[in-house]
């Protein structure tokens, strides 16, 4: 059984650049979910897709976008970087009908905006 | 706002000794409450979960307590050992009919031989 793997680890970007962040489910989950650690926070939620459709949204703005595939696999995408979008993306995956604690979490890509 | 809050960045105890740590939350109505250790360079990982319904969980070395009168939540690690140091993350969750979890800032725990 294969877990959550997300690429690229690190990644340095612009500022006003856009970028693609991507995920693969752990086999067997079908949902799969985004979070924002920015330092010295805990992990802030951004979206949640099942079905390949978004079906719950934190407080981020229209900027951040995600798909997620028929295989489950995902990608986060975030147009006209701003310095604080500076942070750890981290995806979950999960499976519908598990309580939370189903989750399993990536290692994370750690995004530098300059 | 800040609805999950961990007031205690960071910890350090003994090995062998109790590590305690706390957790408040504002929202009453998360009814599911958990807590994550994260190592550096890894994700989140699971450790011990609580309903609203109970009070007490235990897991091996691990046991949380709810306190719902008081908003509060703590975890004990007894004994704690040094391959416990991490950064220690209470999340909470409310029934949104999607799965979401608030996450406190963390308490780095450091235990020492």
């Known amino acids: 059984e294969t877990g959550v793997t997300q690429s690229p680890t690190h990644l340095i970007k612009t500022r006003g650049q856009q970028v693609t962040l991507r995920c693969s489910s752990q086999s067997g989950h079908n949902t799969v979910s985004w979070y924002q650690q920015a330092l010295g926070q805990g992990p802030q939620f951004i979206f949640q897709y099942y079905r390949e459709e978004e079906n719950g949204r934190g407080n981020f703005p229209p900027r951040f976008s995600g798909l997620q595939f028929p295989n489950y696999s995902s990608e986060l995408n975030v147009n006209a970087l701003e310095l604080d979008d500076s942070a750890l993306y981290l995806c979950?995956?999960?499976?519908?009908?598990?309580?939370?604690?189903?989750?399993?979490f990536g290692s994370g890509t750690r995004l530098t905006v300059v | 706002d800040q609805q999950v809050k961990q007031n205690s960045p960071s910890l350090s105890v003994q090995e062998g000794r109790i590590s305690i740590l706390n957790c408040d939350y504002t929202n009453s109505m998360f009814d599911y409450f958990l807590w994550y250790k994260k190592y550096p360079a890894e994700g989140p990982t699971f450790l011990i979960s609580?309903?609203?319904?109970?009070d007490k969980n235990e897991d091996g070395r691990f046991t949380v307590f709810l306190n719902k009168s008081a908003k509060h939540l703590s975890l004990h690690i007894v004994p704690s050992q040094p391959g416990d140091s991490a950064v220690y993350f209470c999340?909470?969750?409310?029934?949104?009919?999607?799965?979401?979890?608030?996450f406190g800032t963390g308490t780095r725990l450091l235990v020492s031989p």
């Open positions: 609580i309903s609203s319904i109970k």
């Open positions: 979950a995956s999960s499976s519908t009908g598990d309580s939370i604690y189903g989750y399993t």
């Open positions: 999340a909470a969750s409310a029934p949104t009919g999607f799965q979401k979890l608030v």
